[in-house]
């Protein structure tokens, strides 16, 4: 064999082998995130999930600052006063609807509810004091924590889009590892349908979100099952 023939068969070779450690090192970084993902539903379904709701406490203290400086009797008065009116019962209707639609249709885990505005109070007592909310809306709960395992729906915003939606997150505020799903639109089709088609459009929303977010996760609860099986990582 020629000099430049050993040399091309010496890269092939290499080459071969730099493929082989790509594709076992994907497959080892695959497993590895799959196993933690479905470690972490597994732990849930054993666990509970916080519900992260807007209060939207920041709109209602600059409304009532505005409305604090405005004479009593003056028109813009009524109107911020109206606003404020309307921004509170949007906010209540839709928490009480979703928690009612969670408590019927879903059935993964124990579910609690609590505001935005007390994340950082309940993060301090380490997600364990009694200001979580009851069925009429006021903070007076405390759960009963079946293991140490949170995972955080939130009410928020996507990444990078910038969308309303259901986030799903770590007590640290970080995305939950694939194939965890990342988000479940506020503003997805059916809703929309429901808010111009519907008298009582929170509740059929309530509804929805509630399904669909039983929907993914016990569809990540059933893979999971299947990767422990097949991967025999059963404890």
């Known amino acids: ?29 695959k497993d ?14 054993n666990g509970q999930i916080l519900v ?54 879903f059935s993964l885990c124990p579910v609690y509810f609590y505001y935005d505005r007390d994340h950082v109070e309940l993060k301090n007592h380490n997600f364990r004091k009694a200001i979580y909310l009851d ?30 939606a259901f986030v799903f997150l770590d007590q640290k505020g970080q995305s939950l590892p694939a194939p965890w799903p990342r988000h479940l639109r506020l503003n997805a089709f059916r809703p929309v349908i429901n808010e111009l088609s519907k008298k009582n459009f929170y509740k059929e929303n309530g509804e929805w979100y509630a399904k669909k977010l039983d929907k993914k996760l016990k569809k990540l609860y059933r893979k999971s099952l299947e990767w422990k099986l097949k991967n025999h990582r059963w404890n």
């Open 32 to 45: 590895s995130i799959g196993y933690t993902a479905y470690q972490l539903i597994q732990d849930v379904s």
């Open 135 to 164: 069925s009429n809306l006021q903070t007076n709960v405390l759960p009963d924590f079946r293991n140490s395992t949170i995972v955080i729906i939130a009410q928020a915003h996507t990444e990078g889009q910038e969308l309303d």
């Open 1 to 29: 064999m020629s000099f430049n023939a050993k040399l091309q068969s010496q890269r092939y070779y290499i080459i071969a082998l730099l493929v082989c450690f790509n594709i076992f090192g994907l497959k080892a970084q």
């Open 52 to 105: 992260r709701l807007r209060s939207e406490q920041n709109k209602l203290e600059a409304l009532q600052k505005l409305l604090d400086r405005q004479p009593i009797d003056s028109r813009n008065y009524m109107d911020t006063k109206n606003t404020i009116d309307r921004v509170k019962k949007e906010r209540d209707s839709f928490n009480y609807y979703l928690m009612a639609g969670m408590k019927s249709n």
